[in-house]
């Protein structure tokens, strides 16, 4: 007797766009909204530390960047640990409220920043509200997608992290040239984009259930680095995210200060009429 468990039914392309429900473009929507803000903010500011204050910059030290850029990414990394507890606990809309009014504030002090500590605010700010929202929108996309759909998924997904991803520096690195703080505070306000989207369009999944508590999601999860291979997959994948982010935190750096870029400006400025370059 075969008791092998009999295979989802392979579903073609258009077939598989039409089985997801509502929620998840409406969850794909508002990941593109968080990514343009995020790596908006990100592909600048690290310019925005080390750029004198003649240039609208705090004028610090590539040394304060990496503590500021080192501790953002602690708390963004570590929290959700506890913070998925939270999403479950007590709904995933509620936490995905809660990460975007911290965003909103962080983003604004971030353009308000004046020294040190008010960018390490704004840093951890920022950090905090991402690690709340990671949690939420990944279980609500998870509760959208099956054995035979969830592949194209989670595929679609990650190409409108991409696309948020492309279109925040651009607008935002324009934004800078203006005044640094048109792109932080764009950042800011384009967050309430997503907090009339979860409002009003957001069904969330985990309301009224009785999640795991925080501590126990925190114990579960350090239980699966008993596994091995678990173990070795998020170093490999450790170290690709360590290179990854150079791009933006140290790249943008060494290309302002040790490229000559005049002629590639005047080629822009010349052919395609983009003024603004030629400052």
């Given at each position: 007797?075969?008791?092998?468990?009999?295979?989802?039914?392979?579903?073609?392309?258009?077939?598989?766009?039409?089985?997801?429900?509502?929620?998840?473009?409406?969850?794909?929507?508002?990941?593109?909204?968080?990514?343009?803000?995020?790596?908006?903010?990100?592909?600048?500011?690290?310019?925005?530390?080390?750029?004198?204050?003649?240039?609208?910059?705090?004028?610090?030290?590539?040394?304060?960047?990496?503590?500021?850029f080192g501790v953002w990414s602690l708390i963004q990394c570590l929290l959700p640990m506890f913070t998925g507890?939270?999403?479950?606990?007590?709904?995933?809309?509620?936490?995905?409220?809660?990460?975007?009014?911290?965003?909103?504030?962080?983003?604004?002090?971030?353009?308000?920043?004046?020294?040190?500590?008010?960018?390490?605010?704004?840093?951890?700010?920022?950090?905090?509200?991402?690690?709340?929202?990671?949690?939420?929108?990944?279980?609500?996309?998870?509760?959208?997608?099956?054995?035979?759909?969830?592949?194209?998924?989670?595929?679609i997904f990650y190409q409108v992290v991409n696309i948020g991803g492309f279109i925040g520096p651009i607008v935002?690195?324009?934004?800078?040239?203006?005044?640094?703080?048109?792109?932080?505070?764009?950042?800011?306000?384009?967050?309430?984009?997503?907090?009339?989207?979860?409002?009003?369009?957001?069904?969330?999944?985990?309301?009224?259930?009785?999640?795991?508590?925080?501590?126990?999601?925190?114990?579960?999860?350090?239980?699966?680095?008993?596994?091995?291979?678990?173990?070795?997959?998020?170093?490999?994948?450790?170290?690709?995210?360590?290179?990854?982010?150079?791009?933006?935190?140290?790249?943008?750096?060494?290309?302002?200060?040790?490229?000559?870029?005049?002629?590639?400006?005047?080629?822009?400025?010349?052919?395609?009429?983009?003024?603004?370059?030629?400052?």
């Amino acid at each position: 007797m075969n008791t092998t468990p009999a295979l989802p039914a392979r579903l073609g392309f258009f077939q598989q766009i039409r089985s997801y429900p509502p929620t998840f473009w409406v969850a794909n929507v508002i990941e593109l909204v968080e990514r343009f803000s995020f790596w908006g903010i990100r592909s600048i500011a690290a310019l925005y530390v080390v750029s004198e204050a003649e240039r609208g910059g705090l004028g610090l030290s590539n040394v304060d960047k990496g503590i500021f850029f080192g501790v953002w990414s602690l708390i963004q990394c570590l929290l959700p640990m506890f913070t998925g507890g939270f999403a479950d606990r007590y709904g995933y809309r509620a936490s995905l409220l809660i990460a975007f009014g911290i965003n909103i504030l962080g983003y604004a002090l971030m353009g308000y920043a004046t020294g040190w500590w008010s960018f390490m605010a704004a840093c951890c700010l920022i950090g905090t509200g991402t690690a709340i929202f990671k949690p939420p929108l990944h279980g609500t996309l998870a509760h959208c997608v099956n054995e035979s759909n969830s592949s194209l998924g989670w595929g679609i997904f990650y190409q409108v992290v991409n696309i948020g991803g492309f279109i925040g520096p651009i607008v935002c690195g324009f934004l800078r040239l203006l005044q640094w703080r048109y792109a932080f505070f764009a950042a800011s306000g384009i967050i309430i984009v997503n907090v009339l989207i979860t409002t009003l369009l957001l069904k969330d999944y985990a309301q009224g259930t009785k999640g795991k508590g925080p501590g126990r999601v925190f114990v579960e999860g350090l239980a699966a680095l008993k596994d091995l291979r678990f173990v070795v997959f998020l170093a490999i994948f450790s170290g690709f995210w360590f290179m990854f982010m150079q791009l933006f935190d140290q790249l943008t750096v060494f290309i302002d200060q040790w490229v000559d870029s005049r002629d590639l400006a005047s080629f822009l400025t010349d052919r395609l009429g983009l003024e603004f370059l030629r400052d």
